[in-house]
C-alpha cells in the first residue's frame, strides 16, 4: 500500500484556513528556508488512505484480542460519547478554577472509587500510562525513606517474571534492581526473598496476580517480610482485573499501586496509547503526592513535600472521564469482572490443557500461560508460529516470549467481555493448529497467509533502521 | 563450525586470542548461533578499564540483549568499530569478528582449550 | 446494573460446572480467605446508559465552555479538522493496542510511520520516535538522552514554562542528576550566564531552550546552540510545532534534538490531557532515543511492510538498562497529529503559522494603544506579555463576556520588573478581528 507521501500531488489540498483579516506581520526573526514535505491531497483520498489502514488494523472490535496482560475487554460507546462532551473536551487545563467545577468533582469522585477499590487513601492522576505509574510510585518510596533520612536504601527487589517495566522503572528512580527467583509453582520463592531483605531494601514490586497469571497463595507473608525489613510494598496492579472486588492491595499489605485505566477500566488503547496510569497511595505516602489539587474551588495546591509533576498539567484527563463512566455503569458490582474474567480464563486452560502443556497447572486468574517448549523441541513449531497460525483465523495472537520464565511462552487472557462461542471458536482453532503441528508443521510455520502482508524481516528492519520516508 | 585451536575459551562463550601482552576478544560460534542474527553491538571505549568476569558490552538480536563479559581485566587499546556498522560480521565469521584489544592485562579468567570447549559445550 | 459481560448467570454457572468448579466461591478459593474483601466495596449501584449519561452530562455541564480564548502558556486553541474525528475515531484504530503483530497490525504501523516523517519533516530533524506522553515528559527523557558517563548536568533556560522544568526535575529526582536554571535578561536566556556556565562545568550534558518561550519570545536559537555547542553540551529544542511553519527549523538552527508538545496538531485542549509528546533528533542518537520506533521492512513476498523496530533498546527487552521505563505512549494522539497534517497539508503548515503570528501582532498594537505595553522587546510569535493595570479586574470582565483572557503571570515570575500586573496573551487562527476588538473594547470600558 502507498505512504500518504506517495499519493501526494504538488497544489492539491485541503482548503481549512480563512484569509488573514488582520495586517500580514511576522516575527523579525530567522524564518524557515527548507520546507516541510507535507501531504498534498484531498479529503476525499486522505479519507480513502486512512480507511485503507483502519481495514489493515485489528481492534478489539474487529474479533478476539485475549493479548495476556493488556486486558483487551471491550470499550463501551458510552465511555467515548462521554470523553467528547464539550464540557470536558473544550476546556483549558489553566481555565479559572470555578469555572471547571464539574471536572474537578469528577476527579475528585473518581479519586474516591479507586480509593475504595484499592483500599489506599489517595490517587494521583498524574501518570500518563502504567509504566509511568511505576515510575512515580518508585519516587513516592524514595521521597518516604529519603524524607525519614533513610538513605541507604538503594534496593527494589523485582521478581524475574516480573513485567520489563518494573526494573526500568526501578533504574529511572534510581534504584538498583534485586531480581529474586520464582519457585517451581510460578510465584514467589520466599526464601530467595528473605535472603535478598535488608537494611538496603526500599521496596519490592509485585504484580499480582502474577504475570503467569497465579495469585501468590504467600502474599501476606512477602508484604510482611518486606516491612519487617524497612521496605515498602509496590504493587503492579496491571493485573488488577482479576481481583477487581475481591482483594483490595491495601488490605494485603501494599503501600502503593498505579492502575492501568486503559485495561481493568477499560478505556481504549487507541493502537499504543493514551493510557492512563493513576497511583494510589497510603496515607503516610501523601505528603510526597505530584501534581496541583483543587479542593476549595479556587486555589490550587501542591503537597508539603511534593515530588513535582510527571505530566504537564493533570494527567489524561478524558481517559479519566472514560474510566468514571465505565464506574458509574458497573457500580458495586465490580467484582463480576473479576469473576468472569477468571471464569474465562480457566475455560480456556481447562479446554486446552489435554493438549498444549500449561506452564503452571492449577486454578489460573485472568491468564494462563502455556509453555510450548517441549512441542517446540520435538516440532520446531515455536510459540511466534502458533501466533503467526492464529491470524488467518482473525484471532489477535496471545502474548508470547513472555514472561521469561517460561520458554516459548503463549500468554492468554480472554476477559470478561467474551461470550462462550468466541472462547470455543478460539478453542478450535488452537486445536486445529494443534494437529497441523503435527500433521502439516510447515502451514504453521509459513502462517499466515490471509493478512494484508506476510511474516516481516524484523533482522532486515534493525540492521537497516529506515525510520522515515525518504522525499529525495 | 570448527572452535579454532590457537584461542581460550570461557564459559560464558567468549574467546580471547593472545598476541605478546595484548588479548582480542570476541564470541564464540555456539554463541552467535544461539542468538541468532544479530543486529548491533553496544562496545566500549579506547582506555575504558575491563573487568575479568564482568561485561564490558553487548549485542542486539532482534528480541534480546546479551552481555558480553571480559576474559581479562585490563584497558582498551582498541575496538572493532566495523562492527557498529555491521553486526552480521558476528554470525559470518564470529572468530574474526573481534569486539576488543586489551592491553595492560593484570588478570584472565579460567580459560578452556578448543577441545574442553567443545566438549563444555557439546 | 450496568454490565458489558455477554454470558447471563445460568451460562456462567453452567460453564463453571462443565470445568468442575461448584459456583465462583469454589473457583476462587485459591485466593487465601484473610486476603479477600469481606462483603461488597462502598461503591455506588450500577446504572443504566440513560442514567450515566444524564450524569456525566450533568459534570459537564457545570464547566464553562469559553467561546472565545486567549490563552496559551502550553495548551493551544487551535481549529481541529472535521476530518480528524471523523477518522481517528474509526473503531479500528480506537481498540486495537500496541502493534506487536505487524502483520494484522499494518494500518497502525504504517500511520505512525507517516507521522514519525511527519515530525522529522517538521522539526528538520532526521528521525522521529512513535509519540512520548506530552511535552514535558518528552522534554526530561530528551535530557536523559544527552546524559553519558562524563555529562550528567541538564542547563533549562530560565524561559521555559516552569510547568516543563518541574517535570524535569521530577524526572531527574530519581536518578540524582542536577538541573540547573539559566537566568534570563529582558525576557530571555542570558547568554552571557549560559557560555559562563558551561564554561566552568565539564559534566555539562545538555542545554534545553524553549522555542518560542514561555513568554512567547523567539530568542536567538541558532546563538544559544552554538553556544551550548562551544560548551561541550547538546542542544535541545522544545517548540511549538505549528511554529515550525515559520520558524527556522532545529534541524536548521542545528540542534541535537527536537521535542514538543503536539496538543496543537489536531488534540483538543481536554483539560490538559491526553497530549502528544513529540521528539525527533540526528540520525546518530537513534539508539539513544527513548520508546517505539517504527521501521520499513520487506515481507517474505519482497512486499513493503512496518515493524516496531530496535526493540532492544526498550524495557521489555533491555530491562533494568533500557533508555527509559515507556511503553505505552500516546499512538492515538500521534493519528491524530498525521491526520492533521495531512489535512492542512504543506500550505496550510505556512498559512496557520502566519495566521497566528499576525492575529498576536495586531493584539499586541491594539493593546499597547490603549496603554497594555509589552514587558519585553523580543521578537514574538504567538504569544505575548503584556503589563496591565490590574488583570483580575480585566479577566473577571472578559469571563462575563465568555471570553478567556490571558493568563495573568505571578508577580516577579519574570525579570522584567513591571510595577503592575502582568499578562500572557496568546492568538491563534481562531481569534478574528472582531474577537480581538472585543477584548480591547471590554479593556477600555474597564480601565
Known amino acids: 500500500m502507498k505512504l500518504i507521501f506517495e499519493k501526494s500531488i504538488p497544489g492539491r489540498g485541503q482548503d481549512i484556513f480563512p484569509a488573514c483579516d488582520v495586517p500580514v506581520k511576522m516575527p523579525a526573526a530567522p524564518l524557515r528556508e527548507k520546507k516541510a514535505h507535507l501531504p498534498e491531497i484531498s ?154 531483605l535488608g537494611p538496603k531494601t526500599a521496596g519490592l514490586m509485585l504484580t499480582n496476580p502474577n504475570t503467569v497469571g497465579l495469585f501468590d497463595p504467600n502474599i501476606m507473608e512477602i508484604t510482611r517480610l518486606v516491612h519487617e525489613a524497612g521496605g515498602l510494598c509496590y504493587y503492579d496492579g496491571a493485573n488488577l482485573n482479576a481481583v477487581i472486588g475481591i482483594v483490595r492491595p491495601a488490605d494485603i499489605g501494599f503501600d502503593v ?80 469482572l473479576a469473576q468472569n474474567a477468571v471464569l474465562n480464563a480457566n ?126 | 563450525m570448527i572452535d579454532p585451536k590457537e584461542l581460550k575459551y570461557t564459559k560464558d562463550d567468549e574467546w580471547v586470542r593472545f598476541e605478546g601482552d595484548e588479548a582480542y576478544v570476541g564470541i564464540t560460534d555456539y554463541a552467535q548461533s544461539e542468538l541468532g542474527d544479530l543486529v548491533f553491538v553496544n562496545l566500549p571505549e579506547v582506555d575504558d578499564e575491563v573487568v575479568a568476569g564482568e561485561p564490558f558490552g553487548d549485542v542486539e538480536s532482534v528480541k534480546a540483549v546479551a552481555d558480553v563479559f571480559s576474559p581479562v581485566s585490563g584497558v582498551v587499546l582498541e575496538v572493532n568499530e566495523e562492527l557498529l556498522d555491521d553486526a552480521s560480521l558476528i554470525n559470518s565469521d564470529p572468530y574474526g569478528a573481534w569486539f576488543i584489544k586489551v592491553g595492560s592485562i593484570s588478570a584472565c579468567e579460567d580459560f578452556m582449550t578448543a577441545d574442553e570447549y567443545d566438549e563444555y559445550r557439546g | 446494573m450496568g454490565t458489558f459481560i455477554p454470558n447471563t448467570k445460568e451460562e456462567q454457572l453452567k460453564m463453571l460446572n462443565e470445568i468442575g468448579y461448584k459456583d465462583f466461591d469454589d473457583l476462587f ?102 509519540s512520548m506522553y506530552d511535552g514535558a515528559s518528552a522534554a526530561a527523557e530528551a535530557c536523559w538522552m544527552c546524559k553519558d558517563r562524563r555529562h550528567s548536568t541538564f542547563y533549562v533556560s530560565g524561559a521555559l514554562d516552569e510547568r516543563i522544568l518541574t ?10 542528576s542536577k538541573v540547573v536554571v539559566i537566568p534570563t535578561k529582558d525576557g530571555e536566556t542570558d547568554k552571557e ?38 560548551g561541550g553540551a547538546k542542544f535541545i529544542m522544545y517548540c511549538h510545532p ?37 521528539l525527533s533528533t540526528k540520525q546518530e542518537n537513534m539508539r539513544a532515543i527513548p520508546g517505539r520506533l517504527i521501521g520499513e521492512t520487506v515481507d517474505t513476498r519482497g512486499e513493503r511492510g512496518f515493524v516496531l523496530t530496535i526493540q532492544a533498546r526498550e524495557q521489555h527487552i533491555r530491562r533494568e538498562k533500557a533508555s527509559s521505563n515507556i511503553c505505552s505512549n500516546e499512538a492515538w494522539c500521534a493519528l491524530r497529529a498525521g491526520i492533521y497534517l495531512s489535512t492542512i497539508g504543506a500550505k496550510g503548515y505556512e498559512q496557520v503559522a502566519t495566521l497566528c503570528s499576525s492575529k498576536a501582532h495586531y493584539m499586541a498594537e491594539e493593546l499597547e494603544k490603549i496603554g497594555m505595553k509589552r514587558c519585553f522587546k523580543g521578537e514574538f510569535w504567538n504569544e505575548f506579555a503584556t503589563t496591565c493595570p490590574d488583570a483580575d479586574k480585566l479577566l473577571a470582565a472578559l469571563e462575563e463576556k465568555g471570553i478567556l483572557g490571558g493568563l495573568k503571570l505571578c508577580c516577579g515570575c519574570c525579570d522584567a520588573g513591571c510595577d503592575t500586573d502582568c499578562i500572557l496573551w496568546c492568538c491563534t487562527e481562531l481569534n478574528s478581528k472582531e474577537d480581538i476588538d472585543e477584548v480591547i473594547a471590554i479593556a477600555k470600558e474597564v480601565f
Open chain 3, 193 to 230: 550566564a549560559l557560555a559562563k556556565a558551561l564554561a566552568d562545568d565539564k559534566e555539562a550534558a545538555c542545554f534545553l531552550m524553549q522555542y518560542p518561550n514561555f513568554y512567547g519570545i523567539v530568542e536567538d536559537a541558532e546563538e544559544l546552540c552554538k553556544i551550548t555547542h562551544d
Open chain 3, 29 to 130: 478459593k485459591v485466593i487465601p480467605d484473610e486476603a479477600k474483601v469481606k462483603g461488597e466495596l462502598n461503591l455506588p449501584d450500577g446504572l443504566s446508559e440513560i442514567e450515566v449519561a444524564r450524569k456525566v452530562e450533568g459534570l459537564a455541564a457545570k464547566n464553562t465552555i469559553f467561546r472565545s480564548i486567549f490563552r496559551g502558556a502550553g495548551a493551544y486553541n487551535h481549529y481541529v479538522p472535521s476530518a480528524v474525528d471523523a477518522i481517528a475515531n474509526k473503531e479500528e484504530f480506537v481498540t486495537a493496542y500496541t502493534p506487536y503483530q505487524a502483520e494484522i497490525s499494518q494500518g497502525i504501523l504504517q500511520s505512525i510511520f507517516e507521522y514519525q516523517t511527519m515530525i522529522a519533516e517538521i522539526t528538520g530533524m532526521d528521525i522521529a520516535n512513535a
Open chain 1, 347 to 472: 475455560y480456556m486452560q481447562e479446554k486446552l490443557k489435554d493438549i498444549y502443556p500449561i506452564a503452571f497447572d492449577t486454578t489460573c486468574m485472568h491468564e494462563f500461560v502455556i509453555g510450548l517448549d517441549p512441542i517446540y523441541r520435538k516440532t520446531h513449531v515455536s510459540a511466534l508460529d502458533v501466533a503467526k497460525a492464529l491470524l488467518d483465523y482473525g484471532i489477535h495472537p496471545p502474548t508470547i516470549y513472555f514472561p521469561l520464565i517460561v520458554h516459548e511462552a503463549l500468554m492468554i487472557e480472554p476477559t470478561e467481555t467474551e461470550t462462550k462461542e468466541t472462547l470455543d471458536e478460539a478453542i478450535t482453532a488452537f486445536r486445529e493448529i494443534y494437529e497441523r503441528i503435527f500433521n502439516a508443521p510447515e502451514s504453521v510455520q509459513m502462517a499466515p497467509q490471509t493478512t494484508p502482508v506476510l511474516r516481516l524481516d524484523d533482522t532486515k528492519a534493525a540492521r537497516e533502521p529506515h525510520l522515515r520516508f525518504d522525499f529525495d
Open chain 3, 242 to 278: 505549528l511554529a515550525l511553519g515559520a520558524l527556522k527549523s532545529p534541524g536548521e538552527v542545528g540542534a541535537d534534538i527536537a521535542v514538543g508538545e503536539g496538543q496543537p496538531l489536531g488534540l483538543g485542549l481536554e483539560f490538559g490531557g491526553p497530549y502528544l509528546g513529540f
Open chain 1, 43 to 196: 479529503e476525499n483520498e486522505m479519507g480513502r488512505h486512512y480507511t485503507a489502514l483502519a481495514k489493515r488494523a485489528h481492534g478489539v472490535n474487529d474479533g478476539f484480542y485475549p493479548l495476556g496482560s493488556c486486558t483487551m475487554k471491550h470499550n463501551p460507546r458510552i465511555d467515548e460519547k462521554m470523553a467528547a462532551l464539550p464540557g470536558f473536551a473544550k476546556l483549558h487545563p489553566l481555565q479559572p478554577a470555578h469555572t471547571v467545577q464539574g471536572a474537578h468533582e469528577l476527579i475528585a469522585d473518581l479519586e474516591k472509587f479507586l480509593c475504595e477499590i484499592t483500599g489506599m487513601a489517595g490517587v494521583t492522576f498524574q501518570p500518563a500510562a502504567g509504566a509511568h505509574g511505576e515510575f512515580t510510585g518508585l519516587l513516592l518510596i524514595k521521597a518516604y525513606h529519603t524524607d525519614r533520612g533513610d538513605t541507604e536504601r538503594n534496593e527494589i527487589i523485582v521478581p524475574d517474571a516480573a513485567h520489563g517495566t518494573n526494573p526500568a522503572s526501578a533504574t529511572m528512580a534510581g534504584y538498583k534492581t534485586i531480581v529474586i527467583k520464582s519457585n517451581e509453582n510460578g510465584t514467589v520463592d520466599i526464601d530467595d526473598l528473605k535472603a535478598h
Open chain 1, 257 to 336: 499501586i498505579h492502575m492501568n485505566l486503559h485495561k481493568t477500566f477499560s478505556t481504549p488503547h487507541g493502537g499504543g496509547g493514551p493510557g492512563s496510569g493513576p497511583c494510589a497511595y497510603k496515607d503516610f505516602l501523601a505528603p510526597f503526592a505530584p501534581g496541583l489539587v483543587c479542593k476549595d474551588g479556587e486555589n490550587y495546591e501542591r503537597a508539603e513535600k511534593s515530588i513535582g509533576n510527571l505530566t504537564g498539567f493533570y494527567g489524561n484527563f478524558l481517559v479519566m472521564v472514560k474510566a468514571y463512566t465505565y464506574l458509574l455503569t458497573i457500580g458495586k458490582e465490580v467484582y463480576t
Open chain 3, 167 to 176: 517535570v524535569i526535575n521530577t524526572y531527574s529526582f530519581g536518578r540524582g
